[in-house]
């Protein structure tokens, strides 16, 4: 069930939510089930290949360098065997590359419920949209991965911007780019700092995606909580009273 952390007495008249953003990572995806499975293989595929280390020692060695240089980086593997061996075995390397790739794609998960919600969700009339820290083409690979890449519009990423949340320029972006005012959104995420602070900051109604948070989430200061994604429609019902909301253009004329 979600749980209300608003205000006891909202206001007579409830905000409309219009649109619903979502980060992606830990969100919609299980980000982290997914780079644990893939680095994993690539790890298992590496000591196939010639690489004498022991598995798990290679997968906590690769996670210290995530832990430096940020879970999206690119030459993780060539990093790993410099720093581990001193030199860059082209044969080692090209097999935990397809080992990695092949776990990726097999491992790309969604969180139970996803599909059903966004479906939920269009059919009331919300826009739905996607804010994330990680590159361009990542996100719409994974988006695309999972056939996903028609319920959003727009997907704003860290190359449209330049900056990580909570630094306000993406979510001002997104509001740019969904023409609507920061009440009548609902940002979702797993991040209390990065998420929900950089939506509170500019006045949007904030959820957390408890369910696939690996935060401290003790103190976090969003408006709801979401135990389970199938949980997000009925915290929007309430906060619009009920109603689905109209067609667009009947929206934009104001009839």
């Excluded at 608003?6 to 649109?19: F, S």
């Excluded at 860290?158 to 949340?165: C, M, R, S």
């Excluded at 006045?203 to 949980?231: F, K, P, Q, V, W």
Aim: net charge negative; charged share 25%.
């Amino acid at each position: 069930m979600s749980s209300v952390t608003r205000p006891l007495c909202p206001p007579v008249v409830p905000n409309t939510v219009r649109a619903v953003i979502f980060d992606l990572d830990n969100t919609l995806v299980d980000f982290m089930y997914l780079k644990r499975q893939s680095i994993t293989a690539a790890a298992q595929g590496m000591v196939d290949a010639g690489l004498e280390r022991n598995v798990d020692e290679i997968v906590e060695a690769i996670y210290r360098i995530y832990d430096r240089e940020g879970m999206e980086y690119k030459e993780i593997l060539d990093r790993y065997l410099v720093e581990s061996t001193g030199e860059l075995d082209p044969k080692i390397l090209a097999c935990g590359i397809v080992a990695y790739r092949r776990a990726r794609t097999a491992h790309m998960v969604l969180y139970p419920h996803v599909k059903l919600t966004l479906m939920q969700l269009l059919k009331r009339g919300l826009r739905l949209a996607v804010l994330t820290d990680a590159p361009r083409q990542k996100a719409w690979l994974r988006l695309a991965n999972l056939n996903l890449q028609h319920y959003f519009d727009p997907v704003i990423t860290h190359d449209d911007t330049g900056y990580h949340k909570p630094h306000p320029a993406p979510f001002r972006r997104m509001l740019q780019e969904l023409a609507l005012p920061a009440d009548e959104v609902m940002m979702v995420g797993d991040w209390p700092e990065r998420d929900i602070e950089g939506a509170r900051a500019l006045g949007l109604h904030t959820a957390l995606a408890l369910y696939g948070s690996t935060m401290d989430t003790a103190n976090h200061r969003a408006d709801y909580e979401l135990r389970d994604i199938a949980d997000l429609p009925g915290v929007l019902d309430t906060l619009n009273g009920g109603h689905a909301l109209p067609p667009q253009g009947e929206r934009d004329s104001g009839a």
